[in-house]
């Protein structure tokens, strides 16, 4: 018997007949003899059509109120996947992330997890119980609901993955792994069996979206074994133990099964960057802090910095 974590992404989760599929899934691999916990994502468009209501009702929104109203994508799927198990005659509860609760810092839109309490969930895991937890969503220190930033579920599902020190963290999405380059784009892309933590930090972190880069770090500090795989499946497909989606796996574990390892994994593309330049910027210690350090408080990445010197 294993302990997984699956986690449904939000084309997965998108209306009544895929949300009933990723019962039947879930449902599957408990039958298999694991202990399941499942963390979702809001249907697919829903987080977008709520971020909207917030700037129509606001361009300079407060993040905290913008917060408890992207949240609550999440929390419609995961009562209604508790509600399709339940129809499937297994026993399922939601935990939102206030009843955990999943613990995070204060920084609204992009707060960080700091921990999560797993007394209930090993409880109403080991009680045969499926808990169905929404992604994304966490509580700071004033008691306020936080959302962890955009692609958030992969980073949450992780999270509960390590919490409860699950044997593997199988991520579901629209694709059956990940691939040398998104498949959407490029129809000749191939999927890999395995990509290393590292591999694929660097592959997230330069805009491919197939886990959110967070998710990936967090997995390689705290050796969660995570795999990537679809949730587009036949209903007589076989549990997720004998599917092969994509391993993401540390070095060690790569070493010697593969020789010719190729030195380029993959490629990624990102057109969702913002190319800012400052120029005149005073020669002088200090002067990088100034410009990186409130970027850092307000946790916004800075993928790429090219620094010269010009004359004008
Ligand atoms: P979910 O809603 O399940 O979280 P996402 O849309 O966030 O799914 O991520 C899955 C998408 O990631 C795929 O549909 C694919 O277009 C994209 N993608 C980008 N790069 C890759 C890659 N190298 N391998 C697989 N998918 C990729
Ligand atoms: N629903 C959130 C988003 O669309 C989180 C997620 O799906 O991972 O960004
Ligand atoms: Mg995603």
Redesign the pocket.
């Known amino acids: 018997m294993a302990r997984i974590v699956m986690k449904?992404?939000?084309?997965?989760m998108a209306g009544t007949e895929r949300i009933r599929r990723v019962a039947g899934i879930v449902k599957r691999q408990q039958e298999a003899g694991h202990e399941v916990a499942v963390v979702v994502?809001a249907m697919?468009g829903e987080t977008d059509r709520l971020v909207n209501f917030c700037r129509e009702a606001n361009a300079l929104y407060d993040r905290a109120e913008y917060d408890v109203v992207v949240a609550a994508g999440e929390q419609v799927t995961s009562g209604l996947l508790a509600l399709h198990l339940q129809a499937l005659g297994c026993k399922a509860r939601s935990w939102l992330g206030w009843q955990l609760p999943v613990r995070t810092d204060d920084a609204h839109a992009a707060a960080r997890i700091e921990d999560i309490d797993s007394q209930a969930l090993l409880a109403s895991m080991a009680a045969g119980e499926i808990a169905v937890i929404p992604g994304f969503q966490g509580l700071d220190h004033d008691g306020r609901v936080t959302t962890l930033g955009r692609?958030g579920?992969?980073t949450s599902a992780v999270a509960v993955a390590a919490a409860v020190s699950a044997d593997r963290c199988d991520?579901?999405?629209?694709?059956d792994?990940?691939?040398?380059?998104?498949?959407?784009?490029v129809a000749k892309?191939r999927k890999l069996k395995y990509v290393t933590y590292e591999e694929m930090l660097e592959?997230a972190s330069v805009?491919?979206?197939?886990?959110q880069t967070r998710s990936v770090s967090l997995a390689m500090k705290e050796g969660v074994r995570v795999q990537?795989l679809s949730s587009f499946i036949d209903e007589s497909a076989p549990p997720a133990d004998s599917i092969p989606g994509t391993m993401i796996v540390s070095d060690e574990e790569l070493e010697g099964t593969d020789m010719e390892r190729q030195l380029i994994t993959?490629i990624?593309a990102d057109k969702n960057e913002a190319k800012v330049t400052l120029t005149r910027v005073a020669d002088r210690p200090g002067a990088v802090a100034a410009i990186f350090g409130p970027l850092a408080e307000a946790n916004i990445n800075v993928d790429m910095i090219i620094q010269n010197i010009a004359k004008d």
């Open positions: 449904f992404g939000g084309t997965s994502s697919a692609g579920s992969d991520i579901y999405t629209d694709v792994g990940v691939y040398t380059t998104d498949p959407r784009i892309a592959l805009g491919s979206k197939v886990l990537v993959g990624a």
